[in-house]
């Protein structure tokens, strides 16, 4: 694929005002103490007063839904991108990613005929109303800066008409979401952000492979052959090839595999926990503790793109941090319950 249509390159220099901003940003953050907190907390009314001195207290004393809050939030970071370092592409990974979320929603929607629900949308890089247009509109020719979003669609839909298969819809968009990732990245040059695909990606294939083999042994499922060949994400340290030689392996031999790779330390516990007690919290929250490990390394960065791009990832996830924790006490979860769903933040 071609390289992705940046709208600015930023030279190392010219990140050092978002470099200040973030730095003195990211000590707002909530810390993983606040989130065991709520958690330990004895009633909501409780948690959401940990949450009061915070933007998201702010947004709970509007009285917004988790998805309304969720959404604001997010809204409010690209708007603060869009001050910081406007057009970088680069530092907006997580717009990035949820444009393609949006499209595998749309795709499936158009395929249903069914209208779609904006709200259901991500604050996307390009926004939602372009990413509709590229599904329901399908123009003979995308604009240059989502034309590798349009062939991603264009194939997607391809092989849906080709095997009625819903399932190659999310794997292909999936594929040329870090496809377009890692295209951008190497163009810029930019080995942190690549450091970080590439963990992402390492560690989600972890999950699929492990999915994969307990569908043969555990409820006698293959994947197609297309299945299959599309189920790895690129961009990894572990070779797609690899992986899915040991998706053919037995539970035992593939823990053993995994073990043997730089994850093994951390992950081969979690897979024995989920082969036995089919309980994936630990590895996913692993995962997760994983991914934010790599991001702090560029608390120690003075200069460049690398703590402003750590800083907008990091503040997703603590988005996601606190849906998961106020779900819990409002679906009145033990304690104990709600901190094995919880991960590190940033600080």
């Known amino acids: 694929m071609g390289k992705p ?45 940990l949450l009061s001195e915070s933007r998201f207290g702010e947004y709970l004393a509007e009285g917004l839904s988790y998805q309304e809050l969720e959404k604001a939030q997010l809204t409010e970071l690209k708007a603060l991108h869009t001050e910081l370092v406007p057009g970088d ?136 052959r297309e299945q299959k060949e599309l189920s790895f994400l690129p961009a990894g340290t572990i070779p797609r090839q690899l992986l899915a030689g040991w998706s053919e392996l037995s539970a035992a031999e593939a823990v053993a595999a995994v073990g043997g790779t730089k994850y093994g330390r951390n992950l081969a516990e979690t897979f024995e926990t989920v082969l036995k007690d089919n309980n994936w919290l630990p590895l996913e929250r692993e995962s997760d503790e994983l991914k934010m490990a790599y991001l702090r390394r560029a608390k120690l960065v003075a200069t460049g793109y690398e703590p402003v791009f750590a800083y907008f990832l990091a503040k997703e996830n603590e988005v996601r941090l606190v849906r998961v924790a106020l779900q819990g006490k409002a679906f009145g979860l033990p304690a104990a319950t709600i901190r094995e769903r919880l991960w590190g933040s940033y600080v």
Not at 93 to 118: C, G, H, Q, T, W
Not at 128 to 138: G, H, T
Not at 179 to 200: E, I, M, N, P
Request: aromatic content about 12%; charged content about 25%.
């Open 5 to 49: 249509e940046v709208e600015r390159v930023y030279r190392p220099d010219e990140y050092a005002y978002a470099v200040g901003k973030v730095q003195a940003l990211q000590n707002q953050i909530l810390s993983t103490d606040t989130f065991r907190q709520i958690a330990e907390a004895p009633s909501m009314e409780t948690a959401v007063r």
């Open 89 to 224: 592409l680069l530092t907006g990974m997580p717009f990035v990613m949820a444009d393609f979320s949006n499209l595998k929603y749309l795709v499936k929607s158009f395929i249903k005929r069914a209208e779609p629900d904006l709200s259901r949308l991500q604050v996307g890089w390009y926004g939602a109303q372009k990413m509709v247009d590229l599904v329901f509109e399908q123009p003979e020719e995308a604009s240059p800066e989502v034309a590798c979003h349009y062939s991603a669609v264009m194939q997607a839909f391809a092989a849906y008409e080709r095997t009625e298969d819903p399932a190659l819809i999310d794997l292909i968009l999936d594929q040329r979401c870090y496809d377009y990732l890692y295209t951008l990245f190497r163009f810029r040059k930019a080995d942190f952000a690549l450091g970080f695909l590439a963990t992402l990606a390492d560690l989600t294939n972890l999950q699929t492979l492990l999915r994969l083999i307990i569908r043969r042994e555990q409820q006698g499922i293959y994947p197609t």
